[in-house]
């Protein structure tokens, strides 16, 4: 059985919300799974991108390796172009959510709607990007999660994960969210199941919302300090 907890914030974060933002418990929740699948996601935590944080979005994608920008775009893709993408995510109909750890950006997940076709499900398109030393540790798979309850709140019925056929990681992802392939010879679309909107889930994604103008704020904070001085 699926359950749901709160993460935890950091002290700055419970100030924000004790003075009125919302219930101190409440800032973010993540998918609790059993003990050896759950992801492993250390003093990081998982918060909506905000459009004033453009700059930290392409920073992210400057820093990934060449191998990593390779296999997120399908292929060799200039900081220029990086740079209108960038812009694209965070003024136009996308969504974005980031992985942060002591302030910094290291992993992005991003949810584009694609245009409606008739007779076919309202779908989107996710993409997900994760430096190399956060790489294997879980938090693609719990950004996953958060991005099918961002879909389903939009009334997006199918997510489509869209990869090279030697991109693994990936594979590993949509297997995990039970997708269902087709393949060719240049790339691999994996497409899944968003469950339909509850109560619950538009719950979490409004106190989410809290959480994120709060933890910007403080993550704005945290990376003006010196780095032996993050995370205290």
């Known amino acids: ?29 993540e998918i609790v799974r059993p003990a050896r699948h759950r992801p492993a996601l250390g003093e990081g935590h998982i918060r909506k991108l905000l ?18 920008r ?15 993408h960038a812009t694209r995510v965070t003024t136009g109909d996308a969504l ?21 076709r008739e007779g076919k499900p309202l779908s989107a398109e996710a ?28 009334g997006i019925e199918e997510l489509q994960v869209v990869f090279l056929p030697n991109n693994g990681r990936m594979k590993r992802l949509a297997v995990h969210g039970a997708a269902d392939f087709s393949v060719d010879d240049e790339e691999v679309v994996g497409r899944m199941k968003a469950p339909h909107a509850t109560v619950f889930s538009r719950m979490r994604e409004l106190m989410g919302d809290v959480f994120s103008v709060c933890s910007s704020a403080f993550d704005l904070q945290e990376r003006s300090l010196p780095p032996s001085l993050r995370g205290n």
């Open 1 to 29: 059985m699926i359950t749901a907890k709160t993460m935890p914030m950091s002290e700055s974060a419970e100030n924000c919300v004790a003075r009125g933002a919302a219930p101190a418990r409440s800032p973010h929740l």
């Open 51 to 68: 459009p004033a944080e453009r700059h930290l979005l392409l920073e992210h994608f400057l820093r990934l390796d060449p191998l990593s």
């Open 70 to 84: 390779f296999m997120r775009f399908g292929g060799v893709i200039s900081d220029s172009a990086l740079s209108r």
């Open 96 to 116: 974005a959510l980031g992985y942060f750890v002591d302030g910094e950006l290291h992993a992005v997940a991003e949810l584009h709607p694609l245009p409606k």
């Open 127 to 154: 993409a997900f990007s994760v430096e190399r030393p956060w790489q294997g540790k879980g938090v693609g798979s719990a950004m996953m999660e958060h991005l099918v309850m961002l879909a389903q709140n939009r």
